[in-house]
């Protein structure tokens, strides 16, 4: 069993680590102070656009897509290391590098179930980092832990489809930048089959009827860098029959083939976060005192930074784990890995930032430090991609289906 990276992402961890040390780390304050002066919360700062240009200048673009006829060609083992890295600075990295959510999971879905014309129209401009993008699937009348309950109607009227439902936590959606929805709803309410119900369509975002109402807030962050998390009504919205992704019923396995990758990807980055968090501990010890002592000698502190340390080395060998098999048995196969993953990964490194807080006192709740949005972002990801609790019940279900 050889642990060692290969050649191709040896050479890309260095260039991306420099990006970060001589880019991206600087940006960070810098963007703050931007945003500030901005004359929308949700526009991109100007530094944001410049480290996208130095991003694609460098070959650091894309890096998600297995597809190499449109992104890098890397497998899903071969792109772990370098989300994790761009992990360490959430709210710049990815969206530098055009691989940021939801945008990155729509190009996948795009990629591999549009049509040529839906490809060109949509798929290229996203590609080129031109356009932004949103999924809308969850609903805030239903639990959409079981997304079979989803209640959005689409019905179709001769050449088109009729759009009618309401949407939260709609990623994205409040940039200025977004203009296409890939929106989830029901074709065929009444079939049989309850996960043939569902169909997925493209709808421009200003098309009639689309109305972008607020942006929701996360533990109080309106999470400006990734363009909010929007609630968003479709009232009789009208797009082309053609706008349909895949077939008619293919909805919930679009999801699926959607949701696997993007799991994986949120804790690659949540490994990044962790380290960061780790680092920033480190320093914090060496350089403050307490009780006549560095907090470095105090033995709780110790504690915690070896835990730590022993927590993000467990998680980084599960995820490399389950890349591998999603390249060689695919998604279906490593369906316990990636619950696995989505279960553990999150939670690990929610405890982990809260202890980084907390050796931090004041500072580490304040935004003079990353720790708290860190969290916030932490913490979401134990309900986003469906919540943890969806994932035991499954994981458990499968391995008492070998007993019985």
């Given at each position: 069993?050889?642990?060692?990276?290969?050649?191709?992402?040896?050479?890309?961890?260095?260039?991306?680590?420099?990006?970060?040390?001589?880019?991206?780390?600087?940006?960070?304050?810098?963007?703050?102070?931007?945003?500030?002066?901005?004359?929308?919360?949700?526009?991109?700062?100007?530094?944001?656009?410049?480290?996208?240009?130095?991003?694609?200048?460098?070959?650091?673009?894309?890096?998600?897509?297995?597809?190499?006829?449109?992104?890098?060609?890397?497998?899903?083992?071969?792109?772990?290391?370098?989300?994790?890295?761009?992990?360490?600075?959430?709210?710049?990295?990815?969206?530098?590098?055009?691989?940021?959510?939801?945008?990155?999971?729509?190009?996948?879905?795009?990629?591999?179930?549009?049509?040529?014309?839906?490809?060109?129209?949509?798929?290229?401009?996203?590609?080129?980092?031109?356009?932004?993008?949103?999924?809308?699937?969850?609903?805030?009348?239903?639990?959409?832990?079981?997304?079979?309950?989803?209640?959005?109607?689409?019905?179709?009227?001769?050449?088109?489809?009729?759009?009618?439902?309401?949407?939260?936590?709609?990623?994205?959606?409040?940039?200025?930048?977004?203009?296409?929805?890939?929106?989830?709803?029901?074709?065929?309410?009444?079939?049989?089959?309850?996960?043939?119900?569902?169909?997925?369509?493209?709808?421009?975002?200003?098309?009639?009827?689309?109305?972008?109402?607020?942006?929701?807030?996360?533990?109080?962050?309106?999470?400006?860098?990734?363009?909010?998390?929007?609630?968003?009504?479709?009232?009789?919205?009208?797009?082309?029959?053609?706008?349909?992704?895949?077939?008619?019923?293919?909805?919930?396995?679009?999801?699926?083939?959607?949701?696997?990758?993007?799991?994986?990807?949120?804790?690659?980055r949540l490994i990044g976060m962790a380290e960061r968090a780790i680092?920033?501990?480190?320093?914090?010890?060496?350089?403050?005192?307490?009780?006549?002592?560095?907090?470095?000698?105090?033995?709780?502190?110790?504690?915690?930074?070896?835990?730590?340390?022993?927590?993000?080395?467990?998680?980084?060998?599960?995820?490399?784990?389950?890349?591998?098999?999603?390249?060689?048995?695919?998604?279906?196969?490593?369906?316990?890995?990636?619950?696995?993953?989505?279960?553990?990964?999150?939670?690990?490194?929610?405890?982990?930032?809260?202890?980084?807080?907390?050796?931090?006192?004041?500072?580490?709740?304040?935004?003079?430090?990353?720790?708290?949005?860190?969290?916030?972002?932490?913490?979401?990801?134990?309900?986003?991609?469906?919540?943890?609790?969806?994932?035991?019940?499954?994981?458990?279900?499968?391995?008492?289906?070998?007993?019985?």
């Amino acid at each position: 069993m050889d642990f060692a990276f290969d050649a191709r992402t040896e050479e890309l961890r260095a260039r991306l680590l420099a990006f970060m040390d001589e880019h991206v780390y600087p940006a960070e304050q810098v963007a703050h102070e931007q945003r500030a002066r901005l004359s929308s919360p949700w526009e991109n700062p100007p530094v944001v656009e410049e480290l996208k240009a130095q991003a694609r200048r460098q070959g650091l673009w894309n890096l998600f897509l297995p597809d190499a006829e449109y992104g890098a060609g890397l497998t899903n083992l071969q792109y772990a290391p370098l989300a994790e890295i761009t992990g360490r600075s959430p709210q710049l990295a990815p969206t530098a590098t055009n691989c940021a959510a939801p945008d990155t999971g729509n190009m996948e879905v795009l990629a591999q179930f549009g049509d040529e014309r839906q490809k060109k129209q949509w798929l290229e401009p996203l590609l080129a980092g031109e356009i932004r993008s949103a999924f809308a699937m969850t609903e805030p009348d239903v639990a959409s832990s079981d997304a079979t309950n989803i209640t959005t109607h689409i019905r179709r009227e001769g050449d088109e489809y009729v759009i009618s439902g309401r949407k939260w936590y709609i990623s994205g959606a409040m940039h200025p930048d977004c203009k296409i929805f890939i929106v989830m709803g029901k074709t065929d309410p009444d079939g049989p089959d309850i996960r043939r119900q569902q169909s997925m369509v493209l709808v421009p975002r200003d098309t009639p009827g689309v109305t972008v109402k607020r942006a929701m807030q996360v533990f109080g962050y309106e999470d400006h860098y990734h363009g909010g998390h929007a609630e968003v009504v479709f009232d009789e919205a009208r797009v082309p029959v053609s706008n349909l992704i895949g077939e008619e019923g293919g909805g919930f396995a679009i999801a699926q083939a959607r949701l696997g990758p993007g799991r994986i990807h949120h804790c690659m980055r949540l490994i990044g976060m962790a380290e960061r968090a780790i680092e920033l501990m480190c320093r914090r010890a060496v350089s403050r005192e307490a009780f006549g002592k560095a907090l470095a000698q105090q033995g709780v502190v110790q504690n915690w930074i070896a835990d730590a340390r022993v927590a993000v080395e467990q998680l980084r060998l599960l995820v490399l784990k389950t890349a591998w098999m999603m390249d060689t048995v695919g998604n279906r196969g490593a369906h316990t890995e990636i619950q696995a993953i989505k279960i553990a990964t999150p939670r690990t490194v929610v405890g982990i930032l809260d202890r980084a807080i907390q050796l931090h006192g004041a500072g580490g709740v304040s935004q003079d430090f990353p720790l708290a949005e860190l969290y916030a972002g932490a913490r979401t990801l134990m309900l986003a991609d469906g919540p943890d609790e969806v994932h035991q019940r499954s994981l458990a279900r499968r391995e008492i289906k070998k007993y019985l």
